[in-house]
């Protein structure tokens, strides 16, 4: 950099632009590219001088929160804490929002700071994350955190410098997610949350509660980047709060809530109504008008007459129904509507693909893929009380040409039908292809214990995983039914022209980076085929080679099914890990040919939908193929006109589904938010997670247009600006240079954005391919809160201590110890690390074995033990397999080791393996950038 600001000292512009401007390989960002800002500024200030100042954190009660940070003339000093300090407490807050200068109790007057110089280039760093807050009763009885400032030296002292920041700042000074998690936890854990239309702020995602619908819908449906919004355009861009919810419209209640109420349509007398301008559906916020004979839509103020055969008066003085506490559809925010109750099922279909090349049978993939089936089908047919007893299923096999299996129970056997001429999709006949599972169970078992010897000499030919794919389609087609198919593919894929093994960092900062995440265009008219089906696929790959074509993902993930890769299947590992995919794929509740409609209240509009579908072109309605419950969407809203502070504001998903016994549902959730002119209000009532979710899926889907470089620097963009807001219009104490002001709500929100902005999906590392970035992009872009919140936070568990419930404590490496055996585990997987010197009496009753070095290592099944020890680390792990979405591969890392980066990946509050700083130098920058645009 040759430029420098006027008021800069050449030996710090110096220092900064060496620590912090050398860009490492796949490094995520350019020196020489400035970071574009909406207004116009380039994004590379001039470092400052923080003074012995604290961050500030503002609760919900508005006691601020202290921590140190600050910067020094030369090289920061590491901070510390001098116990003969002390800060007594701060005034109360007053009534203004403004920013104003006042003096701090019981120290000298601060004058207000000089206005600071334009934005120049400050170089972005990479990522990290936070730790947690004392927290002490103030004066007032609100709950004020408060750290007393450091002295220190302000010379360089590497020795004592803390290995998590290279400006000095202490990581154990800054924001901790695991203390907000644990805060949280303290608060709701075990109690009854009360959903109502209050628009309360609901407990975290990974709190376990029980949740109460009193009118609106529960958090596990809906979550809200904030609980009141503001009810002014212009705010909602002053504060730089994206405005929106995260959709989750089949989650699964929790333990001791009750299921969803179902209503029909065709009972006499009922009152699911829906509004005669819009066509939202019922819900306790339409309000009653004329004694109950009309009522006021709050999405689109259209006043609608109520049918004689549906009328009910309303109590006296009041706009509700007398029969409400009655009817599901006027008391709850969430309820069912069966459309088709009488009506012939559509029941839906599986169907089994399964490849039969030379390469599957000579590495024995084809012999144990239908004995897993065989088994597997098995067990869901004893399962007389399961969902799946009025499954059909019909069997596939394939390489160059297409054998069909007639398993009509009529035959004294199955017939098998040979198609060689694949060009036309053309079947002879389809009766018998799929056939209900309770009446073809000898059939198929017959069919998958001969297919083995039936293709033991297959030739040497090309098996396409496209052939299966598109007459997979087409038999259900003809069939007029929905479903899945499965498809077991042991030959490489190879058509394509993307050389997926290749390394992925050339791409990065190049034209091409877009075009890796964009799906062919065969792919998505083929989606857009099964959309219409209600047709999902699902792809389990056994290709031992590297792959060497087009990603097979895009379709599955586009049809809400997955992509399920694994190495050597006579290993235990992935034995099991395939028997609980193929479980999980089955069972899970999954809604077929969907339809969402989003409504909101009138001055708001739906402006953007991200998720995994193919967008149409009205952003408010959505169609996919399949949907399940741990699938969710982001809607991003937008004022158009002033809200009515006094009604508030009124989210309505209506979900229309085919279910799994073949019936027509309506699954309608409605949430009631406040709004408020007050942006303080807006900045109290968010949570961290809900955004990070929210940025997860909107950049994620980004990726597929705009370059990964612009995306980085946008969500840095938008938290400084975002915190800048909060400091200069909503915080109300005096505050001097050193100050970083964080909302409450939002204390955990820099550590995870940070992760999210060193993800490798938008910083490829030199080892990270490319095929697992689009599988990863894919798994996340449909993940819900709770696990996208897991994912760029994962846990990390010391299992070596001898308490029951172990604490889980900060993703950094200075939480481990060499004595110490840890968990650490997010949304995709267990990573086990043991240290050089774990107790031998622990790794004996844990690995049955005392030893460090001849542990095993890699991907491995803990062996069963009776002791405490196993049992209990074995039960911990099992409630973390039984809680997730996705089925947890666990990784045994010893220290030392290089497998230890995949331990590395997951601590997040460190320096990234992939170039991304740490937490603490992270937030140093934000903090420093938010400073520059004050005006």
């Not at 585990?825 to 844990?846: E, K, T």
């Amino acid at each position: 950099m040759q430029t420098r600001a006027p008021c800069w000292n050449q030996q710090i512009g110096a220092h900064l632009t060496r620590e912090m401007d050398v860009p490492m390989a796949n490094q995520s960002y350019r020196s020489c590219q400035p970071w574009q800002h909406p207004q116009g500024y380039s994004a590379r200030p001039p470092p400052i001088h923080l003074n012995n100042s604290p961050i500030v954190v503002h609760s919900a009660a508005v006691a601020p929160t202290y921590c140190p940070i600050r910067g020094v003339p030369t090289v920061p000093a590491p901070l510390s804490l001098d116990p003969s300090q002390h800060l007594s407490a701060p005034p109360p807050p007053s009534s203004g929002s403004g920013f104003e200068w006042q003096q701090h109790w019981g120290a000298p007057p601060l004058a207000p700071p000089p206005p600071c110089p334009s934005l120049s280039t400050l170089p972005p760093i990479a990522n990290g994350v936070v730790e947690p807050w004392e927290s002490s009763p103030d004066q007032s009885g609100h709950n004020d955190t408060r750290l007393p400032l450091g002295g220190g030296s302000t010379k360089q002292d590497c020795s004592v410098q803390s290995p998590g920041s290279r400006y000095g700042l202490d990581p154990q000074l800054i924001p901790s997610a695991v203390t907000v998690i644990e805060e949280d936890r303290a608060q709701w854990e075990g109690r009854v949350f009360v959903s109502d239309s209050s628009g309360q702020l609901p407990p975290l995602s990974s709190t376990e509660c029980t949740v109460e619908d009193v009118g609106s819908a529960s958090p596990r449906f809906i979550r809200c980047t904030s609980y009141s919004f503001p009810s002014e355009g212009g705010a909602a861009q002053r504060c730089h709060l994206p405005l929106g919810a995260i959709i989750t419209p089949l989650a699964q209640p929790g333990a001791g809530e009750r299921p969803l109420v179902q209503v029909s349509r065709s009972e006499e007398g009922a009152c699911v109504l829906c509004c005669g301008g819009c066509a939202a559906q019922m819900c306790p916020s339409f309000t009653w008008q004329d004694c109950g004979q009309r009522f006021h839509c709050p999405f689109c103020g259209h006043v609608t007459e109520v049918p004689w055969q549906c009328y009910q008066p309303t109590a006296r003085g009041r706009t509700r129904r007398v029969d409400a506490e009655q009817r599901a559809e006027l008391s709850h925010g969430s309820y069912e509507i069966l459309e088709t109750q009488g009506q012939q099922r559509e029941c839906p279909a599986l169907l089994l693909a399964v490849d039969v090349s030379s390469q599957a049978v000579r590495g024995g993939q084809l012999t144990h893929i239908c004995q897993q089936l065989r088994s597997f089908l098995d067990s869901l047919q004893r399962d007389s009380g399961s969902d799946q007893s009025q499954l059909r299923v019909g069997v596939v096999t394939y390489h160059s040409s297409l054998h069909l299996y007639n398993l009509n129970p009529a035959l004294s056997r199955p017939h098998m039908l040979v198609i060689t001429q694949t060009e036309e999709l053309e079947l002879p006949v389809w009766e018998g292809l799929l056939v209900p599972l309770r009446d073809c169970r000898t059939a198929i078992d017959k069919v998958l214990q001969q297919i083995p010897s039936l293709f033991s000499e297959a030739e040497d030919s090309p098996a396409s995983q496209e052939l299966p794919v598109h007459y997979g389609l087409h038999i259900l087609k003809v069939a007029g039914c929905p479903g899945k198919v499965l498809f077991f593919h042991t030959a490489p894929p190879s058509d394509g022209s993307l050389n997926c093994s290749s390394g992925s960092s050339g791409f990065f900062s190049s034209s091409k980076e877009k075009s890796l995440f964009q799906p062919p265009e065969h792919c998505v008219a083929l989606a857009q085929e099964c959309v219409a089906q209600g047709c999902s696929f699902h792809l389990f790959l056994f290709s031992q080679q590297a792959v060497g074509g087009a990603w097979p993902g895009h379709t599955p993930y586009l049809t809400g099914g997955g992509v399920y890769s694994y190495g050597c299947l006579q290993g235990q590992v992935d034995s099991e890990q395939f028997h609980s995919d193929l479980r999980r794929c089955v069972d899970t509740e999954t809604g077929y040919r969907v339809e969402m409609q989003v409504s909101v209240s009138k001055g708001l509009r739906v402006s953007g939908c991200f998720g995994a579908f193919t967008p149409g072109p009205d952003p408010a309605h959505i169609r996919l193929a399949t949907i399940d419950w741990h699938t969710a969407l982001a809607v991003q809203f937008t004022h158009h006109s002033p809200l009515d502070e006094e009604r508030g504001v009124v989210i309505q998903v209506a979900l229309s589904y085919t279910s799994s016994l073949g019936e027509r549902r309506t699954r309608v959730h409605s949430l009631s938010l406040r709004c408020s002119r007050h942006l303080v209000d807006t900045f109290r009532n968010c949570q961290a997670e809900t955004l990070l979710t929210f940025y997860c899926k909107r950049v994620y889907c980004a990726v597929l247009t705009r370059p990964l470089q612009d995306l980085r620097d946008e969500l840095l963009t938008e938290l400084t600006a975002m915190l800048t807001c909060y400091r200069q219009h909503c915080s109300t104490t005096a505050l001097t240079h050193g100050q970083l002001v964080l909302p409450q709500g939002l204390k955990s929100l820099p550590v995870m954005l940070n992760s999210l902005r060193r993800s490798e999906v938008l910083l490829p590392g030199l080892r990270g391919s490319v095929p697992l970035r689009l599988q990863l992009r894919s798994q996340l872009v449909t993940m819900d809160t709770a696990s996208t919140a897991a994912h760029f936070y994962p846990q990390l568990l010391p299992l070596h201590q001898c308490e029951e419930a172990v604490c889980a404590v900060r993703c950094s490496r200075l939480s481990l110890e060499e004595e110490g055996v840890y968990l650490a585990h997010d949304a995709l997987g267990l990573v086990l690390w043991v240290g050089h010197h774990a107790p031998p009496s622990f790794l004996s009753c844990l690995f049955n074995t005392p030893s460090f070095p001849v542990l095993p290592s890699g991907e491995c099944c803990l062996p069963v033990l009776d002791n405490a020890v196993s049992q209990r680390v074995r039960g911990l792990i099992d409630t973390l397999r039984r809680r997730s979405a996705h089925s947890l591969r666990l990784q045994v890392v010893k220290q030392g080791q290089g497998s230890e980066e995949a331990l590395q990946r997951l601590l997040v509050e460190d320096k990234s393996p992939n170039g991304g700083a740490s937490y603490p130098d992270f937030l140093y920058h934000v903090h420093v950038s938010s400073l520059k645009l004050l005006p």
